[in-house]
């Protein structure tokens, strides 16, 4: 059973229904059902006994764009593990192109912050490059950024403390760092907080970082160690934006793609384009009621 959750515009979505089904049938996916969700306001549940997943997507971009959608094989339950990226994700800025504004080289830094997510650059590479130019930064400089330039994104705060509430273990990781993370984790209600370190040095950035890189393999290996730990048939889920974010979303049972560069939303079998973070719960299937505002 191919199962599509997805959250649109009301007042076109018979019509957008009508059309999108014609598609799917002529790709050779058949509707079983399609109905709204009673418990999930918005949400319209779309069931297949095909498995043509690209025939479904197709469909639902051509007729329902822009909207919010999640595709299973199973009707979708509650994860118990929710691991994040960061910046553009849990928060509405790329923290180094801030920081780099502190330092006058923002569109520099910028620029290759954009190459990095879109998977035109290494990573790691990239990382080190953005870094270096950040040399003799004092780190002040962070503390203000943090706090004049940083915030979370509509909807992260209510995310994370909803599913914290049915038992899911949160996990922030991110290719940013600990400098911001653990403040950004703290305040948002995750359990752990994995990044990167800024190296300093008598109160300035060094141009260095400390310690292993996290990378899309980390963020993947994170999801896959705290899953083992959570047992087998545990049920997984991933929020990320860009190329970095890849691995994990295809490893995690769920991978939304936030708002996301083109190649991390293929990647992934839930997309928000519509809404803000909340979306998340509504293709959950979890009733508004239950959510707990973070």
Known sequence: MLIARLIAEPDTLSASLEAAQAQMEAGGVRVASSSMLEFCGETLEIASPDNDENVLRAAID?????????LTREEPIVPRLFISDMDST??????????????????????????????????????RERVLLLRDLSEQAIIECLDTRINPMPGAGTLVATLKSKGCRTVLVTGGFHHFADPIGQMLGFDRVVGNRLEIADGKLTGGLVGEITDSSVKRATLLAEMSDLG?????LATGDGANDIPMLEAATYGIAYRAKPKARAAANGWIDRGDLTSVLQLLGIPREEWVVG
């Open 232 to 236: 087998e048939g545990a049920v997984s």
């Open 62 to 70: 051509a007729h329902f764009s822009p909207c919010d959608a999640l």
């Open 90 to 127: 849990m928060i509405g800025q790329e923290c180094i192109d801030e920081l780099a504004d502190f330092a006058g080289i923002k569109p520099q830094i910028a620029a290759i912050t954009e190459r990095a997510m879109q998977g035109e650059l290494d990573f790691e590479s990239a990382l």
